[in-house]
């Protein structure tokens, strides 16, 4: 079982720019596929982007495709989340997740097992 912690949320203006941090615990980050989800308040949880074991498979939502971008470092067991250009529609809670699956990546929800207990980034206009 591996724990997940994201950190880097905060307020930010319009067109700005965040990292987000997910740190595991309890096991290696290498044995996951992982992904970024949000929940904006009143709405359900979305896919942001994914990425495979070995960081070189990645996919985005469209909309947020050549914004954000995805990495991991397995050495230092965290994947990370740069995210530019934000929008005040894209203030939500950030979760990261693990999908203990066999695929090369993993997008669906429901293939992930462990969840962080998410981070708030809140863009303002």
């Known amino acids: 079982q591996v724990q997940l912690v994201e950190s880097g949320g905060g307020l930010v203006q319009a067109g700005g720019s965040l990292r987000l941090s997910c740190a595991a615990s309890?096991?290696?980050?290498?044995?996951?596929?992982m992904g970024w989800f949000r929940q904006a308040p009143g709405k359900e949880r979305e896919f942001v982007a994914a990425?495979?074991?070995?960081?070189?498979?990645?996919k985005y939502a469209d909309s947020v495709k050549g914004r954000f971008t995805i990495s991991r470092d397995n050495a230092k067991n965290t994947v990370y989340l740069q995210m530019y250009s934000l929008k005040p529609e894209e203030t939500a809670v950030y979760s990261c997740a693990a999908a203990p699956t066999s695929r090369t990546i993993a997008t669906m929800e429901s293939l992930f097992a462990y969840w962080g207990q998410g981070t708030q980034v809140t863009v303002s206009s």
């Open positions: 309890g096991r290696t980050l290498s044995t996951y596929r």
């Open positions: 990425i495979s074991k070995g960081g070189d498979n990645t």
